[in-house]
């Protein structure tokens, strides 16, 4: 476990922004949750999430105003996540601005999208910035409480062991009972 600790102590921060140029809400949640418990500085993590993330998407940004529609046709594993987005963002634009970081899948290629579809920098760059103000706050604050939360639920343990073990147990008996009722049923 000192390992452990000593390599999130070395590498944690570059982690943080590697996390935050991707969908890395699962590393900033971690990481966060690591400085509830003093292994890491909570304001760092923030400071860092949110440049990484307002970095990344701005530059994703530009990539969809020079190259859009030809990434999009060049790549059709993009066509999915950014026909969804495309019709997110004629639907609510502003709002769809502030709020893709939010939206598992199309994330990534939201910026894209938003280059491709000409909306200027003057108007992207403000609502990014304030995206990314909330991303990073719901986030690391996020998991700084859950860092609480697990610590609670690894010192009692014991006592949410049984609890988990009598939960299985109850669901797999409703889901037996379900199946096979269904199969009776259909006799």
Known sequence: MEKFIAFVQDWGYWAVFLGSLVEGESVILTASAMASQ?????????????????FADQALFFV????????????????????????????MDSWFILSFRFIYGIRIVSPIVIGAAGISPQRFLPLNFISAIIWTVV??????????????????????????????VGIACIIAGVFLGKKKWKK
């Open 38 to 54: 003093g292994y890491l500085s909570l304001p760092k993590i923030m400071i860092i999430a949110f440049f990484g993330t307002l």
């Open 139 to 168: 986030s690391c604050v996020g998991g700084y409480m859950l860092g609480d939360v697990m610590l609670n639920i690894l010192e009692n343990f014991h006592t949410y062991q049984k609890y988990f073990l009598i939960g299985v």
């Open 64 to 91: 969809g105003r020079k190259y859009g529609p030809s990434l999009f046709q060049r790549y059709p594993r993009l066509k999915l996540p950014s026909d969804k987005a495309f019709k997110l963002l004629h639907k």
